[in-house]
């Protein structure tokens, strides 16, 4: 099962220090554990991850691969703006292309894991 973990990390040395202790396992397992997806803070991922965008996302998941114009006929929304979602959720890494240039969600799972504290 293909899970990715959308995490929101504020440090960019606990980012880093993170990231060194994923490869670190997976290079010892042999077995990457999936894909961690990070943003610096709630409004970089809620500008990303808008209501649109996940329900396109859900869809996706429960469609799997499909071409753009059809992506949108099932979501009932304009192309155009179904294609410009689509490519930002290529740039964040929460939807790939197939060889046929169908797009796709390639995880089984996608957890959110982010604690929302008060800032000192």
């Not at 099962?1 to 290079?27: E, H, P, Y």
Request: no cysteine; glycine share 6%; hydrophobic share 45%.
């Amino acid at each position: 099962m293909k899970t990715a973990v959308i995490r929101i990390q504020r440090s960019a040395a606990t980012g880093l220090r993170d990231m060194a202790d994923r490869f670190s396992s997976a290079w010892h397992s042999g077995r990457g554990d999936g894909a961690l997806i990070q943003f610096e803070s709630p409004r970089a991922l809620f500008k990303v991850l808008s209501p649109k965008r996940w329900e396109l996302v859900e869809r996706l998941q429960a469609l799997g691969p499909i071409s753009i114009r059809g992506l949108a006929r099932d979501l009932e929304r304009d192309v155009k703006r179904v294609h410009d979602d689509v490519l930002l959720l290529i740039e964040h890494g929460l939807v790939t292309r197939t060889d046929e240039r169908k797009v796709q969600v390639p995880y089984d799972v996608i957890r959110a894991d982010f604690d929302l504290r008060a800032v000192a």
